[in-house]
């Protein structure tokens, strides 16, 4: 067990602030499925742009980190052009059109199996808060019965077979816990089949210690976890925030053809951050792929057209879509590579923890500033 599994926040925080020194209040958006592509979409919203809803007990800004140091974005790019391996895993652009460069790879553990290792490749910061979720079911249940992790990503990013999304490393599919014990695969369960109790844990610690963006799930699961975890006595308000029932910005947020397993995505603050500043270098000395960008076709657009107006191949353009033809359907969008790099979008935002009512209670009696005041006396150093 890596010991970064429970500190992941933490060293995420401090490392970005050595390198960068500043944190300043933004504000975040979401990234939901959208259809299939591959690479960075240059033309999609930056990270930062919608405000994130915080927990009605104790609102609170989102936080972006700052690169203030150019010396130290300086060194990043050096590294890319020396051995971009030495860079760590990078995750680029969005879930629905990114890529994941240096990934790691999702390892058996004692309380999850994994199904299929060679599609369940990520970041360090994602495989860290998958594992801190189950690790902490299996403390508040000890015994816990092996969970299964689904999809993460390819080892190079981009396109995963079937999915629309899981191309950066930041998005993990993520099964249930059954009353029978341990299962092998994704199933869809019944009311009755289903752990409510570990379940709704691992759900819980997704929320309030990982850095997630959003859980997908069908919504006649979410009405089944919603309502064990009011019998709980979890605090309402908080409960429909996190539900999304005061807003559409709820974390967990109903999908289609999610009713077998939750589809957890991450926030990943050092990968995302280093990935940003890098990727225009790495295109450059031809260590990653060129960008891509989304276009709608027009009656009468043929692949051949495409590849012409952006300057790319038919070949190219049916590899970035998974297209076994050359027919191309009016209205729809599609994946193009082209050669130039995207516009900076700015740094990377982490919206801050949507906690429950205690637990920000506890946070805050916990912070040394607000328990001695600002006028109590000094300690003594010993």
């Given at each position: 067990?890596?010991q970064?599994?429970?500190t ?5 925080i401090?490392?970005?602030a050595?390198?960068c020194?500043a944190?300043?209040?933004v ?5 939901p499925d959208?259809p299939?592509?591959?690479g ?27 690169w ?7 060194a990043?790019?050096?590294t ?12 680029i652009?969005?879930p ?6 240096n ?7 004692p309380?999850?199996t994994?199904?299929d ?10 495989i860290?808060?998958?594992?801190t ?21 390819n ?7 079937r999915?629309?999304?899981h191309?950066?490393?930041?998005d ?5 816990y ?14 009755r ?13 997704l929320?309030?210690?990982t ?5 997908f ?23 429909n925030?996190?539900f ?8 967990i ?5 999610h009713?077998d397993h939750l589809?957890?995505?991450f ?12 990727y ?5 000395t ?11 076709v ?10 012409r ?18 027919r ?8 193009i ?10 740094p990377?935002?982490v919206?801050?923890?949507?906690l ?27």
């Amino acid at each position: 067990m890596r010991q970064s599994h429970k500190t992941t926040r933490t060293c995420a925080i401090a490392l970005l602030a050595v390198l960068c020194g500043a944190v300043a209040p933004v504000t975040a958006s979401d990234e939901p499925d959208t259809p299939p592509a591959t690479g960075v979409a240059a033309d999609l919203p930056p990270i930062a742009t919608a405000p994130a809803e915080a927990s009605a007990e104790a609102p609170a800004e989102p936080l972006a980190t700052e690169w203030a140091s150019p010396d130290a974005a300086e060194a990043l790019l050096v590294t890319a052009q020396v051995d971009p391996t030495a860079l760590g895993p990078l995750s680029i652009g969005t879930p629905d059109s990114g890529l994941l460069l240096n990934p790691v790879p999702f390892s058996p553990g004692p309380f999850w199996t994994v199904r299929d290792p060679s599609e369940a490749w990520g970041t360090e910061e994602t495989i860290d808060f998958v594992v801190t979720a189950i690790e902490s079911v299996e403390a508040r249940y000890p015994g816990s019965p092996r969970l299964v992790i689904g999809d993460l990503s390819n080892p190079k990013g981009g396109r995963l077979n079937r999915h629309k999304s899981h191309q950066a490393g930041r998005d993990a599919d993520i099964g249930f816990y059954f009353q029978r014990g341990e299962v092998d695969s994704f199933l869809a369960p019944r009311k009755r089949d289903l752990d409510l109790p570990r379940t709704w844990a691992l759900v819980r610690a997704l929320v309030t210690e990982t850095d997630v963006e959003r859980i997908f799930v069908d919504r006649s699961l979410i009405a089944v976890l919603y309502q064990h975890a009011l019998a709980e006595g979890e605090d309402r308000s908080w409960l429909n925030d996190i539900f999304g029932r005061t807003s559409e910005k709820g974390i967990i947020q109903h999908e289609r053809r999610h009713k077998d397993h939750l589809h957890v995505r991450f926030y990943n603050p050092v990968a995302q951050e280093h990935g940003r500043i890098v990727y225009p270098m790495l295109v450059e000395t031809g260590a990653a792929p060129p960008p891509m960008v989304k276009h709608r076709v027009r009656p009468g657009e043929t692949l051949g057209s495409l590849a012409r107006r952006y300057g790319t191949s038919v070949s190219a353009i049916r590899a970035a879509n998974g297209l076994r033809s050359s027919r191309l359907r009016a209205g729809r969008s599609y994946t193009i590579p082209i050669r130039r790099t995207p516009p900076d979008t700015g740094p990377v935002v982490v919206p801050p923890r949507r906690l429950p009512p205690e637990m920000q209670a506890s946070s805050v009696a916990a912070d040394p500033a607000d328990t001695a005041g600002p006028d109590a006396p000094a300690t003594e150093e010993h």
